[in-house]
């Protein structure tokens, strides 16, 4: 077996990413593999105050698009050196919620700096830091969104044509990536969404 294995999950708000990943955690330990779950943005001390800045509703500070992608890549730099390639290393699983597509979906296309562009700025900080498999679990925005049970925070809070632009955005990368991003309906039941997964991920760990 190769040294570690870099699964992430990606989806609109409510896609139920964060479920996903505690089911798989429980179907993984009961092969007894090695894993951690870790987050984006977030994931180290420095990302965890970046997310709090960049997901926290406030009228005082307004955020650039350019400014955002900004934050989300150097939250990531920091995860990926501190977390994440030394996991890789250890010949552990790391299964993280939300990685580089989430960048490219809503920043690049959603907020409209350009998919291409996103792609090509963020290969300087992710480099060869790329997901073996990446499930991206689809739903409608409307029916995401009604899933949240907190307060929207500040990229929730957005219109749903932002939201509906993220969706498309995933289904090219899904269309552009086909080999690694695999696309499973997540308006299915939870028992088969897990078992879906599962069928990706049973095809990597060996």
Do not use: W
């Not at 073996?132 to 689809?138: A, F, H, K, R």
């Not at 899904?174 to 997540?186: Q, V």
């Amino acid at each position: 077996m190769k040294k570690g294995f870099f699964i992430t999950f990606e989806g609109g708000e409510g896609a139920g990413k964060t479920t996903l990943i505690e089911s798989v955690k429980e179907k993984l330990f009961d092969d007894k593999l090695d894993l951690i779950i870790t987050r984006e943005p977030g994931g180290t001390t420095f990302g965890e105050h970046v997310r709090e800045l960049l997901l926290k509703k406030s009228t005082k500070i307004k955020i650039s698009s350019k400014a955002e992608l900004c934050l989300f890549l150097a939250s990531r730099s920091q995860h990926i050196d501190d977390v994440i390639k030394p996991a890789l290393s250890a010949g552990k699983i790391v299964l993280c919620d939300r990685y580089n597509d989430s960048s490219i979906a809503y920043q690049g296309h959603a907020r409209g700096l350009g998919i291409d562009e996103v792609i090509k700025f963020s290969s300087f900080i992710i480099e060869d830091t790329l997901p073996d498999l990446t499930l991206y679990l689809d739903i409608d925005p409307k029916t995401g969104l009604s899933r949240v049970q907190s307060k929207y925070d500040r990229i929730e809070s957005e219109k749903l044509s932002f939201h509906q632009k993220i969706r498309e955005g995933f289904h090219i990368l899904a269309k552009k990536f086909p080999d690694r991003i695999k696309m499973i309906d997540a308006n299915k039941f939870k028992d088969e969404v897990l078992k879906n997964a599962m069928h990706y991920i049973s095809k990597i760990i060996k």
